[in-house]
């Protein structure tokens, strides 16, 4: 069986016995701060398995799209590690436990995929006497094959876990170590392990306590790549189909034959993996950065780049593999988008690729910098705050550090390179619990279904209110919280647009609403805070909804969707969203375009925009089934969940969109479109930011009043504004040259004087002298006409403007040759004056804070030449 068809058979199977079967989630959580990239299958139903909120059905089925990282350095040297791989899942929550999973995993594997009984064995915690019991009732099992395991316990951070029954399939005594105790656990590759059945009956709270679930869950987890491994009869998950073309392709483009070096072999399975991981990443709407999951993406993608040089590729290569992660998945369920997007995924890796390159070049000058410096001192070991910079700011891998710095005779210090990366990651867990203010609450004992959406409501009862996930029954002057009314009129925040904001008002308070959210149910509430007074559970509030953001919100939301229509009319086709925000300030939006968009296409979209506001046309907004929509020419965004019921907003002959949030009842409400920047932000990504309504009135009233005043100090009219700035700007390039002039020949005349100044060094010539100098550059100039003056000789020279010191150091040819080093001389001059740089042998430059001790370090530069060529 392939891959694709082990996948839709496991689904098909859970299908008929109840469960709801739901598309992969994108592997950006939704909902879960706690989450940088979706790492399990039952990830995108933490809420439900808590019972905190009330799933679509009690039974789910899923092949869920993974990655996790924290295994990297293991990806191609054992059969299992993957960056990317599938989770196939079922799940119950509150349904199903124990006597009905372990019977349907047995069913499928031994019935469904015929696998033989005497090869599988499970293992169980130890204090699970009902999974044992269950097991030994299964046909065919042979209950010696049952082994208990203290750390069957699942758990990932926290959130549900529980005790587990893992199922192995023996490969067969060939694939052992040949320990007399090798077994099911070893860590070799003779047991492997393909399914988990977690019983989730606790809580894990963030401090590590466990309390009980009221309903008890199954969370099941089958890794796609490791049963094609056991049916395909192939040695490890890269030799299944669904990564070995991807290979193939590498060892094609880079002549090696996999199976003949094992060391080359890792670097084929590498290849495969990120090349793998990379494109579903990009085509989930992740795109490569210095930060968060752009950084793991930028990381993986260079690390396959890295080996693909290993390999001996030198040219770019990761399109070509993008085309094999593109063919393994065609036609398979959950992955239309990635035959969608090949173009563009191909495209921003091409890009990075070129970028890494440039990369690798600054990393390189900067580690044999770094290793002068060390074996300079005499040492053996490069700092590894050192190294990390090297990684975190340049992007720059450890592994190729460590690689150059064996080559040169030196070490890599790993374990304090590990404590700043676990220095950082602490970082990122503060940040991130910074972010869980207003996690998801305990709501079971509450009646959700009851809540309503009413945008006309002016009063409601609070139902709930809560604090860093905790229900609690009243909040006091100053306290920040979520809260949830029993009939709200706010939109909550989603497709890019932020929420409603506003007041609430109570007896005895007064509440300010900063933004509506949804929780995954669908139920809103309001992050809210305390102005004054106090608010409980129960009592009635007034709702004062802020009519003006909200609507300034709408224009900006229309007005997007204007945009992108104009986008698509003006710049091409190939025009597709890549992310928005709509707030009542201004619009951002993100779109998919390799080229910025130029001035004069910008200004057609604009006018574009503005020729259809001004129309007054009425928007459409209708609710219809989405193949409907999708049949009517509605456009969808990629990685946006639609239900069977859709929601069209349309601006008659110009824009029709599936969309969920607030416009403006005409375009003539919008008023006026102002593009007010283009940027990139990402490769393949483009950025224009816009106002509209009152902001864009506002913008140009800014402009109108700078001219005003511009005209007012060149004393013209304001039509002649620009004709008196080509004057002035033609009198200064005039002025400009004959300051020029004068300053080479008083360079000329400095160099002049300077050369009385000179004295020997060992068999160099040296002048060391403080100048008067404009600038940087002028003191540059000076220093390299007095050089032309000695055939044999070094220019150390020193300025002070102000409180700051410059300082320069130019050598010959010549006494390069003698062993004068410009860079190391100012590194020492430069610390006498309190400042640092550094440059090549032949010219370096650098500043200070200390003017006082310019002579000093005029002094302390002849002692280091003296040193050099002596």
Same mark, same amino acid.
């Given at each position: ?90 799940? %119950? ?293 050192? %190294? ?117 008002? %109570? ?364």
């Amino acid at each position: 069986m392939t891959g694709n068809e082990l996948r839709e058979a496991y689904l098909t199977f859970f299908e008929k016995k109840g469960h709801l079967r739901l598309p992969s989630a994108s592997l950006i959580p939704e909902n879960d701060p706690t989450l940088l990239m979706i790492g399990a299958g039952m990830a995108p139903f933490k809420a439900y398995f808590t019972g905190k909120v009330k799933p679509p059905r009690t039974r789910i089925t899923t092949s869920q799209r993974c990655v996790r990282t924290g295994d990297i350095e293991n990806v191609g040297h054992t059969a299992r590690h993957q960056t990317y791989f599938e989770m196939l899942g079922n799940f %119950s929550f509150g349904d199903y436990f124990k006597k009905e999973a372990i019977p349907w995993a047995w069913e499928f594997l031994t019935e469904v995929l015929e696998m033989p009984k005497d090869k599988l064995w499970a293992t169980i915690y130890p204090k699970d006497d009902e999974a044992r019991q269950i097991w030994e009732a299964q046909p065919g099992f042979d209950p010696t094959h049952i082994v208990p395991m203290e750390d069957n316990f699942w758990e990932i951070g926290p959130g549900p876990c529980g005790p587990d029954t893992e199922i192995y399939f023996d490969l067969g005594e060939e694939r052992g170590c040949g320990s007399p105790t090798c077994g099911v656990g070893c860590d070799c590759d003779r047991y492997l392990e393909i399914w988990n059945n977690v019983f989730t009956q606790f809580d894990r709270t963030e401090d590590g306590k466990y309390n009980d679930l009221e309903n008890k869950n199954i969370d099941t987890g089958m890794g796609l790549e490791r049963i094609a491994s056991v049916m395909q009869g192939v040695p490890s998950n890269f030799e299944t189909d669904l990564l070995f073309p991807i290979i193939q392709y590498a060892a094609k483009v880079s002549g090696v034959k996999y199976g003949e070096d094992a060391k080359k072999d890792v670097s084929l399975k590498v290849i495969a993996d990120h090349a793998r991981s990379m494109s579903i990443m990009i085509m989930d709407g992740i795109l490569p950065s210095n930060e968060g999951r752009g950084y793991v993406l930028r990381r993986i993608l260079r690390r396959a780049i890295r080996h693909g040089r290993m390999l001996g590729i030198k040219d770019k290569f990761l399109e070509g593999a993008v085309d094999a992660v593109c063919k393994i998945y065609d036609g398979a369920s959950d992955f239309e988008a990635l035959a969608q997007k090949q173009d563009y995924i191909k495209k921003v890796i091409s890009l990075e690729e070129d970028r890494f390159s440039a990369t690798l070049e600054q990393g390189l000058e900067l580690l044999d910098g770094y290793m002068a410096e060390v074996k300079a001192a005499g040492k053996k070991v490069l700092d590894g705050a050192l %190294s990390f910079k090297l990684y975190d700011t340049f992007g720059f891998p450890w592994e190729l550090t460590e690689e150059i710095l064996q080559e040169n005779g030196l070490d890599f210090d790993k374990e304090a390179f590990d404590k700043e990366m676990q220095e950082q990651r602490e970082r990122a867990r503060a940040a991130r619990a910074e972010n869980q203010r207003f996690a998801v609450p305990d709501l079971k004992h509450i009646d959700t279904a009851a809540l309503r959406h009413d945008e006309n409501v002016t009063e409601a009862e609070v139902v709930a209110i809560w604090k860093d996930g905790v229900l609690v029954d009243s909040l006091q002057d100053g306290e920040e919280a979520g809260i949830i009314l029993s009939n709200t009129p706010f939109y909550a925040e989603g497709g890019g647009q932020v929420g409603d904001t506003g007041l609430f008002i %109570s007896e005895l308070g007064r509440i300010k609403a900063t933004n509506a959210k949804k929780l995954p149910d669908g139920t809103i509430y309001h992050e809210s805070y305390v102005e004054e007074g106090q608010l409980k559970v129960g009592e009635k509030v007034q709702i004062k909804l802020d009519k003006v953001e909200k609507l300034a919100s709408a224009r900006n939301h229309t007005a997007t969707h204007l945009l992108q229509a104009a986008l698509k009319r003006v710049v091409g086709d190939q025009i597709n969203q890549a992310g928005s925000s709509v707030n009542g300030d201004r619009l951002r939006f993100d779109f998919t375009n390799f080229e910025p968009v130029s001035a004069q296409q910008l200004a057609d979209v604009e006018e574009l925009v503005n020729n259809e506001i001004l129309k007054g046309t009425d928007v459409v907004i209708e609710e219809m089934s989405k193949d409907a929509a999708v049949e009517k020419g509605a456009m969808a965004l990629f990685g946006e969940k639609y239900g069977d019921v859709v929601r069209v907003v349309t601006v008659p002959d110009f824009s029709m969109e599936l969309c969920g949030g607030c416009h403006v009842s005409n375009v003539g409400q919008i008023g006026m479109f102002k593009i007010i920047s283009e940027t990139g932000v990402a490769a393949g990504v483009r950025r224009i930011e816009a106002i509209t309504g009152r902001k864009a009135l506002e913008y140009m009233n800014g402009k109108a009043k700078l001219v005003a005043e511009a005209s007012a100090k060149l004393k013209c009219h304001e039509e002649e504004l620009i004709a008196h700035v080509e004057t002035l700007t033609a009198q200064v390039k005039d002025l400009t040259k004959q300051l020029d002039a004068i300053n080479a020949e008083k360079a000329k005349a400095d160099a002049a004087a300077l050369t009385d100044k000179v004295k020997t060094v060992g068999s160099v010539s040296v002048i060391a002298a403080s100048v008067s100098a404009a600038d940087m550059e002028d003191l540059r100039n000076i220093a390299d006409m007095t050089c032309e003056k000695l055939d044999n000789g070094v220019v150390v020279l020193g300025t002070v403007n102000g409180d700051k010191v410059n300082l320069v150091v130019k050598a010959s040819k010549e006494a390069v040759a003698k062993g004068a080093h410009s860079g190391k001389i100012i590194k020492e001059a430069a610390a006498v004056v309190g400042g640092g740089g550094g440059g090549r042998p032949d010219m370096a430059q650098a500043g200070g804070k200390q003017p006082e001790k310019l002579e000093e370090a005029l002094k302390k530069a002849v002692e280091i030449l003296t040193v050099q060529v002596g």
